[in-house]
């Protein structure tokens, strides 16, 4: 067996735990005034919230004697009217402020981000009414709003700051769509749902946080917005009552002095401008990080995924083969009958379209055909993992005797990692890149082996030493990013073994890995099959890999069977012009004249 190299222990888990801990302060590094701007950020909160035990002047002692004075070593940026000390001031109602700042930011973004990461997810009537209710949102004059409020609760800043935040969380509601849309169709979320974890599981531990790039861009920027708009209320006299220091009133009492003493103008107004500045500078620096790093994850994907789709033509008449094994007295693990699986709500884009197959107990079943000839989407049905809008739209998948189509979610879940378990073509993008292997290992094992603690995490590591990774300790504390293509392939093998599965379906384990890699997975998956004596349905296009693993085949040509018989029998006397033409098209099998031991 073809044993991938592992990193030693201490640089893997030195260098992901570092790359994740320090990736936000690396991205403001890139940029000098992200820098500045959080540095000038850190130093006014603390100046503010530290207020009370500075040696500051009493914020609103009066000292009518030393009204409108400029800065001096007593007061440091001044006096106003009253003779009150102006740094004070600022420091002092800087706490309001900040708190309401933060406490809009905090409003928009739990409530926006929940439901619209809920929302997307679920799809169907919730996604629609989110949108509706984003659109309600956005309809709505917010100043207009907020000063109507105000008029009705009063100088309450604490509430109109909630106010806003409400009105703001559309935006978080509407971008947390749209990533989250995109996320949930990642191999990693199916992954999570072959593993049986329950959809709170799957939605806040591996949706949120890929999603949650963005999310924080926008609520830098949503800070410094939501500073701008406390001080116009305290501007307009909607804030705290005088003698109450605030940003915004400071602001109104100097426009009143502003042609006689204009400096009182200028600390007030330095400060939230620059402080507003500062949050911008900030959520740019991240804008630009994460368009860098989705761009590069773009080209990544460009190099290394293979072209083509999978299922995605129209059915044809073509009548589908008898399947040969539907005449044993044993009954089968998987039955499958008539199975059709339509892309849109009429069920006229049928991408299967009348297959019928069976897997036996212990047996390897090869789907063998072309990209685009619906086998994956076939061996998606049978664990119903069909992306959206595909479904079920006709015929039957039976396994051990319990109709899956016929399941309520809750109950299909109880099967997914515990009795039918998957592994994908892309082990990389079915990997979070958000968790170390040894937690997306560990947590298949505790859910369907119901362990926990130590005892889950010994499980995982003897799993991945078990698919052949000797230094299962190093990989535990891995990223995905620092494992090659094989090893990452194995650790997906490791997670859909995690519930010992009576059926594994392996779409293409091998496409993306290169030839010695692709000879250690089919080793490593006969060597797993022969010891636990569980059923493997082997997707593939490459019929050298049918010959070298399956025990029998089926071929699928425009989303329907169009032969099915024992291998040996297949590349002997194929009967079908469709078959003979794809063992025509691998030279291997020409020159041999067939399958070899």
Not at 173 to 200: F, I, P
Request: aromatic share 6%.
């Amino acid at each position: 067996m073809t044993q991938a190299p592992v990193a030693p222990t201490s640089t893997i888990a030195r260098v992901g735990r570092g790359q994740r801990r320090w990736a936000f302060l690396r991205q403001l590094r890139r940029s000098p005034l992200a820098v500045v701007g959080a540095v000038w950020i850190v130093l006014l909160t603390i100046a503010c919230f530290a207020a009370p035990i500075l040696p500051l002047h009493d914020p609103v002692a009066q000292n009518l004697a030393g009204a409108l004075r400029g800065p001096s070593l007593e007061h440091l940026l001044g006096t106003d009217a009253l003779g009150r000390d102006v740094l004070s001031r600022i420091l002092w109602g800087g706490q309001g402020a900040l708190l309401g700042a933060a406490e809009a930011v905090v409003i928009a973004l739990v409530l926006g981000t929940t439901l619209g990461v809920i929302a997307a997810y679920r799809g169907g009537w919730l996604n629609s009414l989110a949108t509706r209710l984003a659109e309600l949102i956005f309809a709505l004059p917010a100043m207009v709003v907020l000063l109507a409020l105000a008029a009705v609760l009063g100088s309450n800043i604490a509430a109109s700051m909630a106010s806003f935040g409400v009105l703001v969380s559309a935006s978080y509601l509407r971008m947390a769509q749209t990533s989250t849309l995109a996320v949930r169709s990642e191999l990693y979320v199916d992954a999570a749902k072959v593993s049986g974890l329950s959809t709170g599981r799957i939605v806040f531990g591996h949706v949120l946080p890929n999603v949650m790039g963005p999310i924080i861009v926008m609520s830098s920027l949503t800070f410094g917005s939501a500073l701008l708009v406390q001080a116009s209320l305290g501007f307009l006299g909607l804030g705290p009552p005088p003698p109450t220091p605030t940003w915004g009133g400071m602001i109104a009492d100097a426009s009143t002095y502003l042609y006689r003493d204009p400096w009182l103008f200028v600390p007030t107004g330095v400060v939230l401008a620059l402080t507003i500045l500062a949050a911008n500078i900030i959520g740019d620096a991240m804008r630009d990080g994460d368009g860098r790093r989705q761009r590069f994850s773009l080209l990544r994907r460009a190099q290394g995924t293979p072209t083509g789709p999978a299922g995605a033509e129209r059915a044809v008449t073509t009548e589908p083969a008898a399947d040969e094994s539907a005449t044993d007295e044993a009954a089968p693990l998987l039955r499958v009958r008539d199975l059709v699986i339509a892309f849109d709500e009429a069920d006229s884009v049928r991408v299967v379209d009348g297959v019928s197959f069976d897997v036996q107990r212990g047996e390897i079943l090869a789907m063998v055909g072309e990209s685009g000839s619906g086998k994956t989407v076939t061996a998606l049905g049978v664990i119903g993992l069909l992306p959206y809008p595909g479904h079920v739209a006709g015929g039957d998948i039976v396994f051990d005797g319990v109709s899956l189509p016929s399941l309520p979610e809750s109950r299909l879940r109880t099967y997914r990692g515990s009795r039918i378990g998957m592994i994908s073509q892309e082990p990389m993008m079915a990997l979070d890149p958000c968790f170390t292997v040894g937690s997306q290992v560990v947590g298949p094992v505790r859910r369907h082996r119901g362990v926990s603690g130590r005892a889950a995490r010994r499980v995982a590591e003897d799993l991945l030493r078990e698919v052949g990774l000797r230094d299962a300790a190093a990989v535990m504390k891995s990223y995905p990013h620092q494992l090659s293509g094989g090893m990452a392939q194995r650790v997906a093998i490791a997670i859909a073994l995690a519930g010992e599965p009576e059926l594994l379906i392996a779409d293409e384990p091998t496409t993306a890995l290169d030839v010695t890699v692709q000879a250690g997975i089919l080793d490593l998956l006969r060597e797993l099959q022969a010891r636990t004596g569980m059923s493997i349905i082997f997707v593939t296009h490459d019929l050298g890999v049918v010959a070298d693993v399956a025990s029998r085949a089926v071929v699928m040509e425009k989303g329907r069977i169009v032969e099915s018989a024992p291998v040996d029998e297949l590349f002997a006397s194929p009967r079908d012009p469709y078959t003979r033409a794809l063992i025509g098209a691998t030279p291997s099998l020409v020159d041999i004249g067939g399958p070899h031991e």
